[in-house]
């Protein structure tokens, strides 16, 4: 059974070209329920630990960098098959193959700055809002 929470993050480069609005208004539109939602700022350590799961693999380094080389809009959003419906409005990874319309097809620039995080399973998208979020932060 699909679970109803996913979590997604607006990447710095999303938030420095006032994408947010933009962003946060096809997650709405696209029917999904903001439970909890903060704006920071991933220190090099933070984002070291919440992509742990790369570590090692070529693109980790440049990834913390670019993860906190400015503020992110983290979220975790609640809708029935939250993380498939999720994944299929932001689209791939890579932009490049993106389906029309897609939150990364309209806003991201490469395949690293790719707009916005999305939980890729029900079990990462606990785990990813435990990460950022404490019980008295959700609603």
């Not at 909890?36 to 070291?48: D, F, N, P, V």
């Not at 983290?74 to 299929?88: G, H, P």
Request: with cysteine; aromatic share 10%; glycine share 8%.
């Amino acid at each position: 059974m699909a679970g109803k929470i996913t979590f997604t993050m607006i990447k710095p480069s999303a938030f420095r070209s006032n994408y947010t609005g933009g962003i946060l208004k096809m997650i709405n539109d696209a029917g999904f329920v903001i439970k909890a939602m903060k704006l920071t700022r991933l220190s090099k350590e933070q984002a070291g630990a919440f992509y742990e799961v790369h570590k090692g693999k070529p693109f980790y380094e440049s990834l913390v960098e670019f993860m906190s080389s400015g503020p992110i809009v983290a979220a975790m959003l609640e809708k029935e098959n939250a993380v498939d419906d999720f994944r299929t409005l932001i689209g791939a990874t890579n932009p490049a193959n993106a389906a029309e319309g897609t939150i990364r097809k309209l806003y991201a620039v490469s395949l690293q700055e790719n707009a916005v995080h999305g939980s890729d399973s029900d079990e990462n998208a606990n785990i990813e809002c435990d990460f950022f979020f404490s019980k008295i932060e959700i609603i």
